[in-house]
């Protein structure tokens, strides 16, 4: 098959070949020149060719040189000039180019095809000696560099002796006689480092240079970037021999790089820079400050107004931010590159709304351009560029919760309050945390842990309240008893600050400069657009009135999961759901429980009145008893005295409680098989709530949850007991208004969704439990799988982290079958998704496909999941 394609007025053969053969810059230099602009022609050697070039052995397919020659010698006629030629020669660039674009690949080779005879006549046919071997010195430096792997800093070091010899600061300040000998220096490293002269046939350093872009597809660099992007299944790369245009020819050339519209704020104003007398790299490498685009009009007035309307051509032509590179020969332009632009979550906003104001797409393709995670950006405080860019990265752990977070160290849960009631700011570094610490975390504007996963205690906590965390980072050594801890060979003790970034996992030295959000009108303007394209319900996970409130800010339409065992860690009530676990008798028990009763309650009346006439999923406690129970001796004796008990009362029943498996233990509804006080009593809580509300005319709309069913008959039993309740109390209040409360369960033991059809004659609602679901059909502990899971992704044996992106294959068919065996029995179940999976956009789109009605999430996902939503609609 054609494995070398044309671009060019003679032909442009890429036309309509996909980016995957051709790769991205291939495909848009091939459009640039089908529609009009003015770009050098050339030619692209297909990904596919690379992915031959690895399956042979690493040696390039037969044939593919004498197709590259014949590409070269269209060329030659199309320009009039001879490769290698030693009157007008013609000169190349090589480029690498994936269908993705990839920084870690190989560098660009300039002027290709120059040796010690066409450099003559690049001289002569310009009448530009200096520039001419200007042209040399640079292709020498970048094959010996890119090709050879000669180390720059020879090439470097001569070039310095040089201007140091001529006198000269800059390196366009070298006259053609320091040039002259620069080249015959860089041959001679050339020579020394590599055992062989310098090439100078132009098809050999061509042969040469195809096969070190090939290479580089597989550089440790590039495989990296690769896995860290989670980029697969892509055949190579494909090369790109364009014929030259030269930048640096004198005061009337230069080259530059631009955006269509400024990529971190979304403004349409043309954004770049440029450098005069100067080719490619030099903008970039820093060596001389390159001036902004704007001013380009005092230089060439001409080729300023022509690179405006060619803006205009290409985001007219890809409706798309185009980032480009040009470069101008002696007055004349000409566009290398154009892709479109990367940009942050603002920009991108700003961008989609500008582009449906001004016609270029519709609301539909504007919502598709913002990506579902950036908008994570535009709701919390962020570290600014400029700064980060300075940081000093101390160690990179999990961007478990985003934001940023910059403090003192704190180490236990009670010094993180006492010191940020005192006015510090902490950041609560912990190996992990627990339900104990809840107080220490909230207080905290960070938290920091050694251990754990992305659905670690300390990382579902965080994203419930939108508070910047940086989990499992594992090269922190924390020593709570010196209060310090020991990363990249540096100690920071308690009083020393930190930066730590939830939404890369960095944690840094120092204090990093951040900036507070914005929501802007454009921002609001994209909610609305997703609200009228999406077709699935967005809930939160909430359990307190602020989060309840801050989550409808957002546009939550409802608690998806409103988690009660957080209720009982405040200090006031801990005590008490002490003394009921402790308790020796059911009417001791009783008693306790009556005792939590009010807290409950007026917790309930809180979160249904922030989401009054919305519905509130309240799961009966899940977690299994001993979390409430302090392990160590000295705690032991502290609750022993409070409830009047024994010490040995209290370790006697924590050992008691003790399980191997605790995930797998006494917890959920079992809790309620054993304890079915504990279901009255919060069912009682619920519904006098919801009573107490109504009296006030605040439309409560409770939903009671029972978890971690696992067969029908469980739930049977407990509804029946959650149904008796409502009706007690209802006739004890002799309530006699509405009150429609929903019975339903979580999905989340692969059992219930194996015999969904038998639980849902129990059910009103289901809603999936992915987090405990995906830990119970993997069987990976999901407080332990950072453990292994790096190889796991690594070793491409997970695409994902299947905490964090639902498992469509497998778990999926679960939540899936679950779907529709539920609804065989229940036509009219309602379903959605309460594990961390509800805020993902990935998995958005696997529940949109699915038939969920809602998925639920975390506050501060709510818009994301909004847009996730009308992206998996649209
Ligand atoms: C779940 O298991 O997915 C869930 C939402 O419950 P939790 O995370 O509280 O176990
Ligand atoms: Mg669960």
Redesign the pocket.
Known sequence: SKMVYYFGKTKTEGKGVGKDLLGGKGLNLAEMTSIGLPVPPGITITTQVCADYYKGGKKLPKGLMDEVHEGISTLEKELKKTFGDNKNPLLVSVRSGAAVSMPGMMNTILNLGLNDESVVGLANATNNERFAYDAYRRLIDMFGDVVMEVDRDHFEHAFTEIKKKYNANLDNEVPAAGLIELCNEYKAIYQKYTGEAFPQDPMKQLELAVEAVFKSWNTTRAVRYREVEGIRGLLGTAVNVQSMAYGNMGQDSGTGVAFTRNPSTGENKFYGEFLIDAQGEDVVAGIRTPQPVAEMSKWNRAVYKQLLEIKDTLEAHYKDVQDIEFTIEKGELFMLQTRNGKRTGAAAVKIACDMVKEGLIDEQTALLRIPANDLTQLLLPSFTTASKSKANVLTRGLPASPGAAVGVLAFTAEEAVERSHAGEKVILCRKETSPEDIDGMHSAVGILTSTGGMTSHAAVVARGWGRCCVAGAGEIEIDEKTRKIKVAGKTFKHTDTISIDGSTGEVMEGAVETSEPKLSGDFAKVMKWADEYRTLGVRTNADTPADSQRARDFGAEGIGLCRTEHMFFEEDRIIIMREMILAESEADRRAALAKLLPFQREDFVGIFTAMKNLPVTVRLL?PPLHEFLPHEAKSQKEIADILGITAAKVKSRVSQLHESNPMLGHR?CRLSVTYPEILEMQVTAIVEAAIECKKKRINAMPEIMI??VGTAAELQLLRAKAEETIEKVKSEASYNGELDILIGT?I?IPRAALTANEVAEYAEFFSF?T??LTQMTFGYSRDDVNTFLPDYTRLEILPADPFQTLDATGVGQLVEMGVVKGRKTRKDLKCGIC?EHGGDPASIDFCHNVGLNYVSCSPFRVPIARLAAAQAAI
């Open positions: 899940d959920g978890p971690l979580m989340e439990g987090n405990d594990g």
